[in-house]
């Protein structure tokens, strides 16, 4: 069992930064690949990054390719999810999620999601 629970949330202004961190609980934390979601309102839920279990590998969507960049820290059993260059189409509610098969970008292949943490993004 994972629970993940995720900070950082916030309202930042159009081109503005926010980190996002994902602190879960549990001894396997190095086994789950991890990653982010997001949902706006109206909207699908969308995949947004994703981290290999070791860290080596990563994958993002391409909306957020050289504004995002996730990473993990296994020793903390932490991910973060570090966002540049906002923009007001990043306004969604941001999950984190764990899952023991591969990196994916797909929301059923994740075993677990945190609560998720509002951002929101002014122009």
């Known amino acids: 069992q994972v629970q993940l629970v995720e900070s950082g949330g916030g309202l930042v202004q159009a081109g503005g930064s926010l980190r996002l961190s994902c602190a879960a609980s549990g001894r396997t934390f190095s086994s789950y690949a991890m990653g982010w979601f997001r949902q706006a309102p109206v909207k699908e839920r969308e995949f947004v990054a994703a981290?290999?279990?070791?860290?080596?590998?990563?994958t993002y969507t391409d909306s957020v390719k050289g504004r995002f960049t996730i990473s993990r820290n296994n020793a903390k059993n932490t991910v973060d999810l570090q966002m540049s260059s906002l923009k007001p189409e990043d306004t969604a509610v941001y999950y984190c999620v764990a899952g023991l098969q591969r990196m994916s970008t797909i929301d059923v292949e994740y075993d677990y999601w945190g609560q998720g943490t509002q951002v929101t993004v002014s122009s």
């Open positions: 981290i290999s279990w070791n860290g080596r590998n990563t």
